[in-house]
C-alpha cells in the first residue's frame, strides 16, 4: 500500500512537470496587470499603471537614444532597472500631490477636462491624427482624458503652492551683475595646441614663442583629433562654447599673444588669439524681465519641490521591484 501512494505521488509529480514544460500552466496575465509595485499611504499602484508610465517613457528613451539602450551599463545598474525606479518614484510622487490635493478641496471640472483635449486635438491637426497619437500611445480616450484630468490637478496644486513664491529687485540686479557675461557677446577667433603631459607642452610653448609658425607647430605636435586638419584652428567662439579654464585664458589674450600652459580637463593647451571683439553689455532695463522671469521660475520649482519633498518623507511608501 505505501509503495502505491508513493507511485502516486511520483506520478503526480512527473505529470506537473511534464505540463509545465509544455507551457501549460502559465502566470495569469490578469494577475500580473493587478500585482502591486508600490503601496503609497495603503493605496496601491498596480501593474498595470506602471506599465502604461513606462511605456510612454520608453517611447520617447527610445526615440533619442535607440532600442539597444536598455541594457547600457550606469553606475553598475542596467539602464532598464534605473528607469523603471524613476518610473516607480514619479506615479508615487503623483499619487501623494493628488492625495493632498484632494485634502485640500482642488478640483478639475469635466469642462476644463473637455477643453484641455479640445486643445491637444486641435493642436494635433485633425481627429483622425489625435486617434492615431492614443493608438501609439496605448491609450484609449477615457484614459487619455483621465491624464489630463490628473495633470490639471496638479497643475492646480503647483499652483497654490508656489502661489508666495517673489523675486526681489536686489537679486535681479545681483544675478545680472554677477552674470554679465551672459548678457555680453564677446568674441574671438583663436587657434590651440593640445598635448598630454606638461612637459611636452612645455617645450613646444617655447617653440612658439620663440616665433615659430603656431599652426604647423599645431599641425606637428597638437593630439587634438582636429588639430592636425585644421592647424589648430577653433574659429570663433563666445562665452559658454569652451571649457571655463581655456574660456577665461582665451579672453584675457590680446590679439597676436600666446597664452602659457592652460590645463583642462582634455589635457595640457597652448592658446594664440587672433581676433578679439569686446562689446557692451545689453543694458539691464532691457533684460531685466527675463532675469525675473527665470529667477521666478526657479523659486517656484524649489517651492513645489520642498513641497512633494516634505509629502514623501510623511509618507507610509512600499515597493516591490520584483514585480515591475
Not at 155 to 177: F, G, M
Request: proline content about 2%; aromatic content about 8%; overall charge negative.
Amino acid at each position: 500500500m505505501k509503495m502505491k501512494k508513493t507511485l502516486l505521488l511520483v506520478t503526480a509529480v512527473v505529470l506537473v512537470v511534464a505540463v509545465s514544460g509544455c507551457g501549460i500552466i502559465r502566470k495569469n496575465p490578469e494577475a500580473i496587470k493587478n500585482s502591486v509595485v508600490a503601496e503609497v499611504n495603503g493605496q496601491v499602484i498596480t501593474r498595470e499603471e506602471f506599465d502604461k508610465s513606462f511605456d510612454l517613457h520608453k517611447i520617447t528613451i527610445e526615440s533619442q537614444y535607440g532600442a539597444d539602450i536598455w541594457n547600457q551599463d550606469i553606475d553598475g545598474r542596467k539602464f532598464i532597472d534605473v528607469v523603471k525606479e524613476q518610473v516607480v518614484e514619479k506615479l508615487i510622487l503623483e499619487r501623494l500631490v493628488l492625495e493632498d490635493a484632494e485634502k485640500q478641496g482642488i478640483e478639475v471640472t469635466q469642462q476644463e477636462v473637455d477643453q484641455e483635449v479640445k486643445a491637444y486635438k486641435d493642436s494635433i491637426g485633425d481627429e483622425q491624427k489625435y486617434l492615431e497619437f492614443l493608438k501609439n500611445q496605448n491609450l484609449t480616450e477615457q484614459e487619455f482624458a483621465s491624464q489630463v484630468k490628473r495633470d490639471l490637478v496638479i497643475r492646480k496644486y503647483r499652483e497654490k503652492v508656489v502661489e508666495d513664491a517673489t523675486v526681489s529687485e536686489e537679486d535681479i540686479r545681483k544675478y545680472y551683475d554677477e552674470n554679465i557675461k551672459e548678457f555680453k557677446n564677446d568674441r574671438v577667433r583663436a587657434s590651440h595646441i593640445l598635448l598630454d603631459t606638461r612637459e611636452k607642452a612645455e617645450e613646444v610653448l617655447a617653440k612658439a614663442k620663440a616665433g615659430e609658425d603656431f599652426g604647423k607647430l599645431a599641425e606637428q605636435y597638437s593630439v587634438d583629433p582636429n588639430g592636425k586638419t585644421s592647424k589648430g584652428d577653433l574659429g570663433e567662439f563666445g562665452y559658454g562654447m569652451m571649457v571655463q579654464p581655456f574660456e577665461e585664458a582665451a579672453f584675457a589674450l590680446e590679439e597676436g599673444e600666446i597664452s602659457g600652459i592652460v590645463e583642462t580637463m582634455f589635457g595640457f593647451h597652448i592658446i594664440k588669439v587672433f581676433e578679439k571683439t569686446i562689446v557692451d553689455p545689453t543694458p539691464f532695463e532691457e533684460v531685466r524681465d527675463n532675469i525675473e522671469a527665470m529667477l521666478l521660475y526657479y523659486e517656484q520649482e524649489e517651492a513645489y519641490s520642498q513641497a512633494v519633498s516634505k509629502l514623501r518623507e510623511q509618507a507610509d511608501v512600499k515597493t516591490y521591484p520584483k514585480n515591475m
